[in-house]
């Protein structure tokens, strides 16, 4: 009999697990055509996703987002136009963080 720990990272996908499909998937497409250099494209696309959820899941609220990431705000606005994240073609997954911190929207 498999005991409770088991159980229950049993339940759950790792990042691992996450990650490999769509991992190998790039080195499909992009390592084997001889272009190489995956490693800059993956921790790209990883830190775009990272910043999108957590903006996503403060409201846009950029002061909240920064403590979450442990960056400063101005690092954060240099990775969102750096990553190319618009935050117009996002959409808040909670309601629970007040006011957006976001001083440059126009709502």
């Known amino acids: ?18 990650l ?21 494209l993956i921790m790209n696309e990883m830190e775009r ?8 899941e403060t409201n846009f609220n950029y002061v909240v987002a920064t403590k979450l990431l442990g960056i400063s705000r101005s690092t954060l606005y240099r990775k ?11 959409r808040p997954l909670r309601n629970d963080y007040g006011d957006r911190g976001n001083t440059n929207s126009t709502t």
């Open 1 to 18: 009999m498999k005991n409770i720990d088991a159980m229950q990272r049993d339940k759950y996908c790792s990042l691992y697990d996450l």
């Open 20 to 40: 490999e499909k769509e991992i190998k998937r790039m080195i499909d497409g992009i390592g084997k055509k001889g272009n190489g250099n995956i490693h800059p």
């Open 49 to 56: 996703y990272i910043i999108e959820v957590v903006l996503c």
């Open 80 to 90: 969102i136009e750096a990553l190319g994240i618009n935050e117009s073609g996002l």
